[in-house]
T-cell receptor
Framework: TQLLEQSPQFLSIQEGENLTVYCNSSSVFSSLQWYRQEPGEGPVLLVT?????EVKKLKRLTFQFGDARKDSSLHITAAQPGDTGLYLC??????????FGQGTRLTINP | SQTIHQWPATLVQPVGSPLSLECTVEGTSNPNLYWYRQAAGRGLQLLFYSVGIGQISSEVPQNLSASRPQDRQFILSSKKLLLSDSGFYLC???????????FGPGTRLTVT
């Protein structure tokens, strides 16, 4: 059973466009994280959201945690080729473990 | 600052051979340690985690095992590899009581 569903699974857009990636669950999480992974490398933590309704910005990336702490979104403004990668959301559940979504493969074409 | 190392970076092993992947963390003490496996371009499956020396929790029944002989060392092993063990293996650490995890560079394992 996949606790975290990410959509879309694949997204290919042109440089300069905006996009949103979604991470949804029927479970409540104490916190949720977003990671970006380059091919052949380990994921890198981008942000952690903890409070329902919380919004965090990281340059052109905006992260939001749902009011009920069951879902999250990642919005990228004016996407650049350097944003290309696999974006993973991960929800925190008991015993200091994370549950990962299946990822969104993002390709930004120049 | 903290760093996490994994080796080897890549490994090609025949079916039935043993496996030993190593992960070490520097710059912190008493970290939580994790082993994940990732299918090509997909999410991460938690295999094992450890909150202290000699304490191992297994998440998925399989022919892999993990050990933590030292505070900052985490080892993933198998006595006999299967074709299905191929994948990208990632080690991660987190501070005790904190959910944020920091990943190593990974090991690409191909079982032939």
């Amino acid at each position: 059973t996949q606790l975290l569903e990410q959509s879309p699974q694949f997204l290919s857009i042109q440089e300069g466009e905006n996009l949103t990636v979604y991470c949804n669950s029927s479970s409540v999480f104490s916190s949720l994280q977003w990671y970006r992974q380059e091919p052949g490398e380990g994921p890198v933590l981008l942000v952690t959201v903890v409070t329902g309704g919380e919004v965090k910005k990281l340059k052109r990336l905006t992260f939001q945690f749902g009011d009920a702490r069951k879902d999250s979104s990642l919005h990228i403004t004016a996407a650049q080729p350097g944003d290309t990668g696999l974006y993973l959301c991960a929800g925190a559940k008991g015993a200091q473990k994370l549950v990962f979504g299946q990822g969104t493969r993002l390709t930004i074409n120049p | 600052s903290q760093t996490i190392h994994q080796w080897p970076a890549t490994l090609v092993q025949p079916v039935g051979s043993p496996l030993s992947l190593e992960c070490t963390v520097e710059g912190t003490s008493n970290p939580n340690l994790y082993w994940y496996r990732q299918a090509a371009g997909r999410g991460l499956q938690l295999l094992f985690y450890s909150v202290g020396i000699g304490q191992i929790s297994s998440e998925v029944p399989q022919n892999l095992s993990a050990s933590r002989p030292q505070d900052r060392q985490f080892i993933l092993s198998s006595k006999k590899l299967l074709l299905s063990d191929s994948g990208f293996y990632l080690c991660a650490w987190s501070r005790d009581g904190n959910y944020e995890q920091y990943f190593g560079p990974g090991t690409r394992l191909t079982v032939t």
